[in-house]
């Protein structure tokens, strides 16, 4: 699977952002889309992640503020940013995983939150 990710920049604290992650397969055939960020020298972290069957999980930190959801007509999985605080500032990626539990991997976009 290949993901192509987009939609990062620069944004004031408080404004908005909207992720995509375009995907090169099928979403029938991807188990779980989820959207991870990382920030230098710490693990990437799960930020939301959505089932074949719809189902939305969010890491804490985001509750209440960012949205994930799918287009399975445009093959395509997005990540609403409401709210943005600088600590939302990281590289952020979309993953893909498939039946096999294989994952497959975007190239990354720069989110910073900054005034």
């Known amino acids: 699977v290949q993901l192509q990710a987009s939609g990062g920049g620069l944004v004031q604290p408080g404004g908005s952002l909207r992720l995509s992650c375009k995907v090169s397969?099928?979403?029938?055939?991807?188990?779980?889309l989820s959207w991870y960020r990382q920030v230098p020298e710490k693990q990437r972290e799960l930020v939301a992640e959505?089932?074949?069957?719809?189902?939305?999980n969010y890491a804490d930190s985001v509750k209440g503020r960012f949205t994930i959801s799918r287009d399975i007509r445009e093959k395509t999985v997005d990540l609403q940013m409401d709210s943005l605080k600088p600590e939302d500032t990281a590289v952020y990626y979309c993953?893909?995983?498939?039946?096999?539990?294989?994952?497959?991997w975007g190239q990354g976009t720069l989110v910073t939150v900054s005034s």
């Open positions: 397969k099928n979403l029938f055939t991807i188990n779980l």
């Open positions: 959505i089932s074949n069957l719809g189902i939305t």
């Open positions: 993953n893909a995983r498939d039946f096999e539990l294989r994952d497959s």
